[in-house]
T-cell receptor, first 113, second 118 residues
């Protein structure tokens, strides 16, 4: 059973556009929701993370929106750039740490110049 | 560069064989995690070690085993290999738990070991 469902599986946007990646979870005990970014040939790297006590967190062009009642969270990439082309993973865990971090299946983003 | 080192980068072997993947965590990190990445399953958590002791277990097959040594490096042993074991295997490390604002809990991934079983 997949505990974190990510959509879409892939996305193509034009430079300057907005990229939106959605994730839904089932376990209400999750209390830490990070997003990881992976470039080809590299390991994933933490991009941004949120806890459920806030509904939004912004870091530069990247924003996480969190809807606790709907058990959904999303990543918005504003002014998307070709350098943002990568695979994005949402994840969730209990007790706020990286132990037993559950990842979504990933979304491949392509930003065309 | 995450500071996590994995060897080998690529490995090609035959079904039924056994391989060992090695991971050196970031300096000072006590936790080591192993993940398997495949196209259809995404990132699957296999196992975590903390300061030499097994801390958490995920979807790790009985044919797979791991250990963390006193110098904190870790090895993932894969035996009786099957075609379906072909995947990218990532090691990650993290700092000891602390305040969230200090980005505690962040996983630092190595560049992975690509295993191909023929």
């Amino acid at each position: 059973q997949q505990q974190v469902k990510q959509s879409p599986q892939s996305l193509i946007v034009q430079k300057g556009g907005i990229s939106i990646i959605n994730c839904a979870y089932e376990n209400t005990a999750f209390d830490y929701f990070p997003w990881y970014q992976q470039f080809p040939g590299k390991g994933p790297a933490l991009l941004i993370a949120i806890r459920p006590d806030v509904s939004e967190k912004k870091e530069g062009r990247f924003t996480i929106s969190f809807n606790k009642s709907a058990k959904q969270f999303s990543l918005h990439i504003m002014d998307s750039q070709p350098g943002d082309s990568a695979t994005y993973f949402c994840a969730a865990s209990i007790e706020g740490g990286s132990e037993k971090l559950v990842f979504g299946k990933g979304m491949k983003l392509t930003v065309n110049p | 560069d995450s500071g996590v080192t994995q060897t080998p980068k690529h490995l090609i072997t035959a079904t039924g064989q056994r391989v060992t993947l090695r991971c050196s965590p970031r300096s000072g990190d006590l936790s080591v995690y192993w993940y398997q990445q495949s196209l259809d399953q995404g990132l699957q958590f296999l196992i975590q070690y903390y300061n030499g002791e097994e801390r958490a277990k995920g979807n790790i097959l009985e044919r797979f085993s791991a250990q963390q040594f006193p110098d904190l490096h870790s090895e993932l042993n894969l035996s009786s290999l099957e075609l379906g074991d072909s995947a990218l295997y990532f090691c990650a490390s993290s700092a000891p738990w602390g305040d969230f604002e200090g980005h505690t809990g962040e996983l630092f991934f190595g560049e992975g070991s690509r295993l191909t079983v023929l």
